[in-house]
């Protein structure tokens, strides 16, 4: 019998090389579809043919052997290091057919070793599926190898594999790359110092300060090559530049891929979901589907939650002793809390649908098409991940940012990313669309109230575009990046994957929310039930006294009393010194308290407006959204008319999110004139915006 041969079996994640093992060895051993799967070398025996078997030696997935992780490290150490009991006679890199110029880095790279290697193409069965289209023979000349095509999920190809396992010593050790291309004068110098090792090898050693025996970086310093860790960097991105314009180079003479020739489900699918018209009203459609199901599906619950709330209220001040504390659950705790809570369900549906887009690996195809409009507006394809994740929260939308590696594109990145439409707005959207736009069904189906937040939504996002475009005029720096996104495969949205996504978001939301709410709450009502001077203190007097002539009854006296303590309270002395500002906008002094505290958390806007209400009223039972609508001005008129809502709709849709928003810009921008910048610029922009729409529709 023939020697054993020691055969390393090597290649990214996801590529199948653990099934081509079990299709080798015989061995059965877990299949992940994730990097990292194989943390260890595994080893298995195979038999090639009647009078000669292998050691099978499984590597963990790389995408490199230039390491930077410790699975990478372990492929790393055995291919340099001859002294290794495992160092393979010959290498089998599995490839797959969909990613093969990305595979081809980590070929090229073990080739250079002079190691014989094979290159295995997997999933070859799939070729007309996908429109690929190979020339093997054209493939095998310019890679100097021998090529497998392999399925080892229908296990194909497999005897063929062992049969060039065996014949390895024909294969050509030639380098793919000439390495004195990268610098003519340091790999001459570099080759000097041990002739007889393979000049790849000596710069990995070079570089990785490896030590193997009596090769290492030391030993090669002594010669006199010295060079500084900067220049190292430079050479190694040099070395890829210069490999991928090789793969680049072999796969335009011998690799195609027509997609209009793709025959399988995912393909049909990407043709339609990514077409330059119909992907584009695809999106729209289910935005418009989204929206329309987060006021038809949540009006029952979000009622029966605020009517709870209400009844909680009342039946408080039936059970407890009058008093502060009856008065501070009652009128503050209790209304503040239950403003926010009715809106969970919508959270929830917005939640629930995005959880949905992203299982389905529908999301991907969301950011390849919004690439095709963000260029335009000098932002990066990577932009679209913040954008879109900033209809969730802006913070973590903003963090995101660091993925972009060009300084301009982030920060304008950051700088737009507060216009797209996040869920604390949501509650303050859903109730005043509910006031000022008709409950009504255009073309007898869609909602005029789902049309109007699905183009608030719109609106935030093309603000953001427009800002980017301004921005990129006034920022200069000559910028050129290329977007690259991994397309993952559809598959159907796992259940409980979704309602564990809609429920952790969810609780968040609210428990973030509920805290400050909480205590806010508790602020607006102190400073909503107390006042300094006589009027708060004497209001029953002065009130009994100016109406004197007018036939009230008790209850009727008792709501202006009420009505009269709150304007002179602290709270209401506040939002009477404020109210010049914001009465051209079309608010009166209430509102503008709520706008004040919603800079903590856009959702407070209504939890205040509740408990100003409620503090301002002796009637208990009513709903935040009936006292809204039942607000009238001293003339009569509605205070939450037409043309204040669309004012209101329009200034959250263009200003600033939150304080916290702030501090995660100061903190990613590193600056206090960007951060300045964004503040006042998005301020000003929502007031003048606000201002106009509400002059013009008054």
């Known amino acids: 019998m023939k020697s054993n041969l020691k055969v390393a079996l090597i290649g990214n994640p996801n ?96 080739k250079d070793l002079g190691i014989p290697t094979i290159l295995a193409i997997n999933m070859a069965d799939r070729m007309e599926l996908k429109g690929i289209s190979m020339d093997i023979s054209i493939l095998e000349s310019q890679l100097k190898t021998k090529i497998v095509l392999i399925s080892a999920r229908k296990k194909e190809g497999i005897d063929t594999l062992k049969q060039a396992i065996l014949d390895f010593k024909t294969i050509d050790l030639e380098p793919s790359l000439n390495a004195s291309e990268i610098d003519q ?32 970086r030391a030993a090669i310093e002594k010669s006199g090559l010295l060079y500084k860790e900067s ?15 090789f793969i680049n180079d072999v796969l335009k003479k ?35 589907l989204i929206f329309q199901a987060i006021f038809e599906w949540a009006s029952v619950p979000m009622d029966f939650i605020d009517e709870s709330f209400s009844n909680l209220s009342t039946w408080l001040k039936e059970v407890m002793e009058p008093g502060k504390l009856t008065d501070l659950l009652a009128d503050g705790i209790i209304p503040g809390i239950g403003g926010i809570m009715p809106f969970i369900p919508q959270i929830a549906i917005l939640f629930m649908f995005i959880a949905i887009l992203e299982e389905t690996g529908y999301m991907s195809r969301v950011v390849f098409l919004m690439d095709r409009v963000m260029r335009p507006f000098g932002l990066s394809g990577k932009s679209v991940v913040p954008l879109i994740s900033g209809n969730a929260c802006a913070i973590p939308a903003i963090m995101s940012a660091r993925n972009i590696e060009n300084w301009k594109e982030r920060l304008l990145t950051i700088l737009v990313t507060p216009f797209t439409t996040c869920s604390a707005r949501l509650p303050i959207y859903v109730i005043i669309i509910a006031l000022v736009i008709p409950d009504q069904k255009l073309f007898g189906f869609f909602s005029l109230q789902g049309l109007t937040l699905g183009l608030l939504y719109l609106i935030g996002f093309f603000a953001a575009l427009g800002a980017a475009w301004v921005l990129n005029k006034v920022i200069k720096a000559e910028v050129k990046t290329y977007f690259v996104v991994e397309m993952p495969g559809y598959k159907m949205p796992i259940i409980k994957n979704v309602l564990l996504t809609m429920l952790e978001k969810t609780k968040a939301f609210v428990y973030g929310a509920g805290k400050i709410i909480f205590v806010l709450s508790i602020i607006i009502w102190f400073l909503g039930a107390h006042g300094p001077g006589e009027k708060f203190n004497n209001a029953e007097e002065i009130v009994a006294e100016k109406y004197a002539s007018q036939n009230y009854s008790d209850e009727e006296l008792e709501e202006h009393v009420a009505s009269y303590q709150l304007e002179n309270s602290y709270i209401g002395i506040i939002g009477k010194g404020i109210e010049p500002v914001i009465k051209p906008l079309g608010y009166d002094w209430k509102i503008g308290i709520a706008v004040l505290t919603s800079f903590v958390a856009r959702e407070v806007f209504v939890g205040t407006l509740a408990t100003i209400y409620n503090v301002g009223s002796t009637d208990e039972e009513e709903t935040i959204k009936n006292r809204m609508a039942m607000e009238v001005r001293p003339d009569g008129e509605k205070v939450f008319n037409f043309a204040t809502g669309i004012s209101l709709l329009l200034f959250y849709a263009f200003a600033m999110q939150c304080a916290s928003t702030v501090a995660i810009t100061k903190r990613e921008t590193n600056s206090w004139k960007w951060t300045m910048f964004q503040l006042v610029f998005m301020t000003v922009f929502a007031y003048v915006v606000a201002l106009i729409a509400y002059q013009l529709l008054k």
């Open 15 to 110: 590529v199948g090389k653990t099934s081509v093992f079990n299709a080798l060895t015989g061995l059965n051993q877990k299949v992940g579809n994730y990097p990292g799967i194989t943390v260890e070398k595994k080893v298995g025996s195979s038999k090639l043919s009647d009078d000669a078997t292998a050691t099978i030696i499984d590597l963990p997935g790389t995408y490199s052997i230039n390491p930077s992780s410790v699975d990478e490290q372990i492929v790393s150490d055995l291919l340099l290091d001859k002294s290794n009991k495992f160092y393979p006679d010959v290498a089998v890199v599995v490839s797959e057919v969909e990613n093969l110029k990305r595979n081809l880095l980590l070929f090229t790279q073990i």
């Open 185 to 216: 004068a340091f790999f001459t110098q570099l080759q000097n110092t041990f002739p007889e090792e393979p000049l790849y090898k000596l710069w990995l050693v070079f570089t990785q300060n490896l030590h193997l025996g009596a090769l290492d």
């Open 231 to 245: 220049d190292i960097k430079r050479l190694q991105q040099k070395e890829v530049v210069k490999r991928y314009q």
């Open 254 to 288: 011998a690799y195609q891929i027509d997609a209009s020739k793709a025959k399988d489900l995912r393909s049909r699918l990407d043709r339609i979901l990514t077409h330059k018209v119909y992907g584009y009203l695809i999106f729209f459609g289910i935005l418009l």
